[in-house]
T-cell receptor, first 116, second 118 residues
Framework: GENVEQHPSTLSVQEGDSAVIKCTYS??????FPWYKQELGKGPQLIID?????GEKKDQRIAVTLNKTAKHFSLHITETQPEDSAVYFC???????????????FGKGTKLSVIP | GAVVSQHPSRVICKSGTSVKIECRSL??????MFWYRQFPKKSLMLMAT?????????EQGVEKDKFLINHASLTLSTLTVTSAHPEDSSFYIC??????????????FGEGSRLTVL
């Protein structure tokens, strides 16, 4: 099955600096890679995603890059703000099995702290 | 984005009782919903896949008689923790897949339900 590794587990940056979180996946058939932000005591919230036919996607201060050859994808947050502090999870979707499922394999999460 | 509502957000119950958690997709139909369990400072652990109108598919190690899942409509799935014990205390999160059948749907998560069993 799919295995997703996420690094670093914790990350502290000064407000205004950039933050980068990296994930690798094992299943070359995976074709969808979402990123989620989880604040304390809340459910994960989708912040950006990328599909395997695209190498980069940007949404304001957030961007995601995908390298299919190397099987890794990264989240980039620029001009970080204190409200960006949260746990971020990457995920990869295994190829559609035809059984009606849509399972995501999650990384272990990165706790981002933005220091004012 | 799409909205998934989960209720209750917090529940405290006595050992031996059963607790039901609801997951609703408010502005889209979800043929597939997922239930996760999350331990403190850990990632999400998939418990089961809930398909509307059919039996749920449970992950290895998850007791289906312990965690009853019902997906009676395209907007509602329920998780019932039966005969709860303190070790069942956890944060339970649901997600719903938006999109047509096939591999194009996005997943949206509920806010989670904190279960504490005394």
């Amino acid at each position: 099955g799919e295995n997703v590794e996420q690094h670093p587990s914790t990350l502290s940056v000064q407000e205004g600096d950039s933050a980068v979180i990296k994930c690798t996946y094992s299943d070359s058939a995976s074709n969808y890679f979402p990123w989620y932000k989880q604040e304390l005591g809340k459910g994960p919230q989708l912040i950006i995603d990328i599909r395997s036919n695209v190498g980069e996607k940007k949404d304001q201060r957030i961007a995601v890059t995908l390298n299919k050859t190397a099987k890794h994808f990264s989240l980039h947050i620029t001009e970080t703000q204190p409200e960006d502090s949260a746990v971020y999870f990457c995920a990869a979707r295994t190829a559609y099995s035809g059984a009606g499922s849509y399972q995501l394999t999650f990384g272990k999460g990165t706790k981002l702290s933005v220091i004012p | 984005g799409a909205v998934v509502s989960q209720h209750p957000s917090r529940v405290i119950c006595k050992s031996g009782t059963s607790v039901k958690i609801e997951c609703r997709s408010l502005d889209f139909q979800a043929t597939t919903m997922f239930w996760y369990r999350q331990f403190p400072k850990k990632s999400l652990m998939l418990m089961a896949t809930s398909n509307e109108g059919s039996k749920a598919t449970y992950e290895q190690g998850v007791e289906k008689d312990k965690f009853l899942i019902n997906h009676a409509s395209l907007t509602l799935s329920t998780l019932t923790v039966t005969s709860a014990h303190p070790e069942d205390s956890s944060f339970y999160i649901c997600s719903a897949r938006r999109g047509l059948a096939g591999n194009t749907g996005e997943l949206f998560f509920g806010e989670g339900s904190r279960l504490t069993v005394l």
